[in-house]
């Protein structure tokens, strides 16, 4: 075990960070005391590279309690949360990570993670299995198989299926009902905007708001927008999308059009330059850009450098550019993940079934690798339905079952 963190001394406060969220985790409560008797991971090494805060430290204390290794990292530099990766190492684990890395610490604190030599990993934007495509080549005959939290990473990993050099098999969590309906809408709905208000002590109402993609991700952000009194433009490249966009109460209209309108910005596409020098030339004074996609490449802060004739701080984690005429545009948390690098990421409700979702994909993996073909998996139907039964019942809720009857006559064709 092994660890490189900002200060040790940290603990005290990332162990009460993790007991609070812990409270709230009610799936993962069940999973910690089903692993503690029958120990599934044993002698395994999972390798995790995952936005680190708190609940994320409890999937990983989770899968330690099961018998697995784990040596943990961020999946965004500013993300890390220093409190949470010093519990996770005064607990023991190998914890490789800080707030604020470099790139070059980043991408330190990515390999020291693989020096475990993994046999499962759980990624979040596909870092990890980047670096075993990569520069690790050599550890990936020795990985059963992994889990894949995000539509960014789920993007690469299909992407190396078409191309045929998919060198494990891998689960795409993010496409499980359980994730995308609850995590990716209401997760990302509710912490972006916990981002940007807790950030900027700005209203919504009455705003224009812009959201670059109407996935599941850019319609909990839209939906909680027009929650909070804001006038809501939605822009996509998808015609079905755009219809849904529009029939759900939103104006729908190009970036370029979008551009002079918005008061506040948020992309959420997965793809890159979606805001672009073009676009910046149009916008009105002290508007704010956020970014709710994985990586900083959605507001394309090149440009923005390039138009600026000055930065400046205006406040923590707000960065204004000055253009040439006068106008500042506000760029929130250097164009990262806004709900995590300006807020605590999603509620601790919203993980548990995300994370619930990981952990037995993790251990269906374990039971399973032989008989997996190398491509990317769907989260097996029972899994997805297990978790959502878990949760009901951790809600006090039930619901109907169909009788002999229903069940044939569903069956039939008459």
Known sequence: MGYLIRDLGLSKEGYSRINWVKRYMPLLNALEEEFEIEKPFKGIKVAISIHLEAKTAYLAQVLATGGAEVSITGSNPLSTQDPIAAALADKGLSVYAWHGASDEEYIEHLNKTLDLGPDIVIDDGGDLVHLLHTDREDLSKNILGGCEETTTGVLRLRAREREGILKFPMIAVNDAYCKYLFDNRYGTGQSVWDGIMRTTNLIVAGKNVVVAGYGWCGKGIAQKAKGLGAKVIVTEIDPIKAIEADMDGFRVMSMEEASSLGDIFITATGCNKVIRREHFKKMKDGVLLANAGHFDIEVYKPDLEELAIDRKDMRQ??????????????????????????????????????????????????ENYKDMEIRVHKVPEEIDKKVASMKLKSMGISIDRLSSEQEDYLRGWE
């Open 317 to 366: 984690n707000i960065k204004g550019y000055m253009m040439e005429d006068g106008r500042v545009l506000n760029l929130m948390a250097e164009g990262r993940l806004v709900n995590l690098a300006s807020g605590d990421g999603h509620p601790a409700e919203i993980m548990d079934m995300s994370f619930a979702l990981q952990t037995l994909s993790a251990r269906y993996i374990l």
